[in-house]
């Protein structure tokens, strides 16, 4: 049955993506939070209401689903258990959407000019993106997929592997939490800071798991070092990891002084190589996300037979 649902949801990510059509799962977890934010998100002990309202959302993203499939088995729906399982992890992946993404980020800024590919950009990072040049706009966008590589396949992948259904449907509420409240802000510093470091710590393993898989597949095992001395650099504990295995493998250079909220962060560089982003780069990151996951998939797969 695990096999059975992991290869049925990742193959459906991968022909479907998000379908627009579809009611999404992630849609309800960001509309309970913006309504727990609303409530809750003002006077004093911010703190303590946003360590609450986390604890009480990835509570119950953990035990509902538990409770649900221990139904399913109490009454032999196994099928039916097969197909809730299948669909909460389809829900839970974005590598489909995500290097479709990217791609459109670089053909808009080719086809359509500076300013269409800033705005475009803006969809899919936090970033403001309204001075950035052609350069740091390509930059920026293989910045987050090989970030979101680990927030967005990698890491579901790996809870559903070791904790099952609740797990993953777990990982993904803490995870947009720290998207929707885990900004140091005057708004959200302290409301959403417990979210942001149990984000941190649920991210930890996986984002250097994935920092393997990208050397893996392109055959560069030797960069591990570099990963790990560059990715140390970042403000973020987790993201640098997989930023400094693409930016090795790419023979590039990351990071640098970025704006957010009309202010400017001087970022450190990751890499030493401020070479020219091309156009066509952008196919062989979407193929280094594809490999990354399946091989993940296909290593995942082997343990469970192999334990078995």
């Known amino acids: 049955m695990f096999v059975y649902i992991l290869i049925s949801a990742f193959l459906l990510d991968l022909v479907f993506g998000d379908p627009k059509w579809l009611p999404h799962l992630i849609v309800g977890y960001g509309n309970l939070i913006g309504k727990g934010e609303q409530i809750l998100n003002s006077g004093k002990l ?43 992890l389809f829900y839970c992946l974005a590598n489909k959407t995500l290097v479709k993404e990217g791609k459109a980020v670089f053909d808009v800024l080719k086809n359509e ?9 803006s969809w899919i990072v936090g970033r403001d993106t309204s001075e950035l040049n052609e350069q740091q706009i390509r930059i920026a966008t293989l910045e987050t997929m090989s970030e979101n590589l ?25 995870n947009t939490l ?36 990208i050397l893996l597949v392109q055959l560069k095992v030797k960069g591990v070092f570099f990963v790990f001395r560059e990715g140390k650099k970042h403000s973020s504990p987790n993201a640098g990891y997989p930023e400094a295995a693409l930016a090795y ?25 401020n070479r020219l982003i091309k156009h066509q780069e952008i196919n062989k990151v979407g193929t280094i996300n594809f490999a990354s996951s399946i091989l993940f998939v296909i290593v995942s797969v082997l343990i469970f037979l192999w334990l078995k």
Do not use: H
């Open 249 to 273: 493998v790419l023979d590039c250079q990351f990071g640098g002084p970025n704006f957010y909220g009309g202010k400017i962060y001087e970022k450190p560089y990751i890499g030493s190589n």
């Open 46 to 88: 911010r703190f303590l209401k946003g360590m609450l309202l986390t604890i009480a959302l990835v509570g119950g993203s953990i035990l509902i689903p538990y409770f649900i499939i221990k139904y399913f088995q109490l009454n032999d729906y196994y099928i039916v258990e097969i197909g809730f399982s299948v669909l909460m």
């Open 113 to 121: 000019g500076l300013e269409a590919g800033r705005k475009r950009l």
């Open 178 to 213: 720290d998207s929707m409240i885990g900004y140091r802000n005057e708004r959200y510093e302290q409301f959403g800071k417990f979210a942001a470091i149990l984000d941190d710590v649920v991210n930890y393993i996986p984002s250097r798991i994935t920092a393997i898989l």
């Open 150 to 174: 680990s927030d967005g396949i990698i890491a579901p992948l790996f809870y559903f592997v070791c904790f099952g259904v609740p797990g993953v449907m777990a990982y993904k509420m803490i």
